[in-house]
Nanobody
Framework: QVQLVESGGGLVQPGGSLRLSCAAS????????MTWYRQAPGKERELVAS????????NYADSVKGRFTISRDNAKNTVYLQMNSLKPEDTAVYYC?????????WGQGTQVTVSS
């Protein structure tokens, strides 16, 4: 079955960096767009970044452009989110997502807290 497992979250000071990972299994990873979303307390879930199957096309939310980088390693079935210059407003649970044919899949999420 399809599984998405995020890791790499934690507590970081403003201006710091974190790298999130999402390990995927149960489908042909390189065929599908992978997306990172986040949800802050009391807010709706929002798209952060997405990457095409072969990694040649990326999209970012305006709020993270220039600070976050999405990448993937299809040999390892893993997608990454490198987050630099973190701000308190980046505090959220970050989720990995993919859509296969008719089904949407989510990971369990990883907490990112940016605070001094």
């Amino acid at each position: 079955q399809v599984q998405l497992v995020e890791s790499g979250g934690g507590l970081v000071q403003p201006g710091g960096s974190l790298r999130l990972s999402c390990a995927a299994s149960g489908f042909i990873f390189s065929w599908y767009i992978m997306t990172w979303y986040r949800q802050a307390p009391g807010k709706e879930r929002e798209l952060v970044a997405s990457i095409s199957g072969v990694g040649n096309s990326r999209n970012y939310a305006d709020s993270v452009k220039g600070r976050f980088t999405i990448s993937r390693d299809n040999a390892k079935n893993t997608v990454y989110l490198q987050m630099n210059s973190l701000k308190p407003e980046d505090t959220a649970v970050y989720y990995c997502n993919t859509v296969l044919t008719r089904e949407t899949y989510w990971g369990q999420g990883t907490q990112v807290t940016v605070s001094s």
